[in-house]
């Protein structure tokens, strides 16, 4: 039964910050990495579009009624448009987990963000919502955003669908296909 | 030493007729089915640029020292976009097999492109070259075409590479992604 667990990862491509929005791509993955379908949407640099976007790209698909749970590489694509991870998990009834390799500098984020983004209070409360926890895989530390589940079966399965380094599948093959289709070569990440 | 075998297969993503050119997806797996790596270029449609387009991505990626043998899905991209299998062998320094699931039906090709392509000829030409093989994986046949190495080292290297169905992983990875970036979400095939 373990191996048909079946996870969607999501991440975004590398972008400037004088593009309009930025290419996001979900991989659904059967554990612990057997790629089994594609899913790809844009989303607005800086803008406020990435959970509304993710719910109607994700419910718009097969992999809806598929998926045990949403990875998300930190909690904000194309720069500051964050996902609302409780939003997200309401919005497609499934499970939500981030996962940020660094933890997350929440000092530097309001400074970054009160600069130039006049909703920076609305954003902050978004960031600030939820509790974050450390998990050790591969002997380092991940920092990690839960809704839908308890912080122990997000870990289980973040251990199930993590092959080497410290990411999950399903989020290294998004993040390597949106770099690899804008960049026209992937660079390396674990 | 098995496991460390690493082949990139391409394909391309759905395309039109009315469109003047198509992506066109690598991927570098390690054996059997470990993602290492994306690239991307794009192939006119019923054009002549496909196996120079292919030789420059390979060589212009670090890939080209790791891939021990290049998959292509069939021998044409974005149409007629004919893959000079022997070109794409000598010009990168890679092994090519082209794995195509249905046998190829050399008089409807002839057909079609004797329609609207004046330089039929020479792309029958290209068509025509070299042995096409046929392999059971997976109790069902597949059509084979191999330049730089032999047959039988071909046929270990395919069934190395391929999971489930017919197709080898770095190909059926590469449709997913193509398909996916392209149309929104990838659909099955195996």
């Known amino acids: 039964m373990k191996t048909m667990v079946r996870a969607m990862g999501i991440d975004d491509a590398p972008f400037e910050f004088a593009h309009e929005d930025v290419m996001v791509v979900g991989s659904l993955v059967r554990a612990p990495n057997y790629l089994e379908g594609i899913l790809s949407t844009r989303v607005k640099v800086d803008g406020t579009d990435a959970t509304e976007k993710l719910i109607r790209l994700i419910n718009g698909s097969r992999f809806v009624h598929q998926a045990r749970v949403i990875f998300t590489d930190g909690a904000a694509l194309g720069g500051f448009n964050l ?108």
């Open 83 to 190: 996902v609302d991870l409780k939003g997200l998990w309401t919005g497609t009834g499934i499970p939500v987990v981030s996962v940020s390799r660094d933890e997350p500098d929440i000092e530097s984020i309001r400074d970054a963000m009160r600069k130039h983004l006049p909703d920076w209070k609305e954003r902050m409360h978004i960031i600030e919502g939820g509790e974050t926890h450390t998990i050790t895989t591969q002997h380092k530390p991940i920092f990690v955003k839960v809704e839908g589940m308890d912080i122990r079966e997000a870990g289980r399965l973040l251990e199930l669908f993590t092959v080497r380094g410290r990411l999950p599948e399903p989020i290294r093959i998004s993040h390597m296909v949106a770099a690899g289709i804008v960049m026209g070569e992937s660079r390396g990440r674990a």
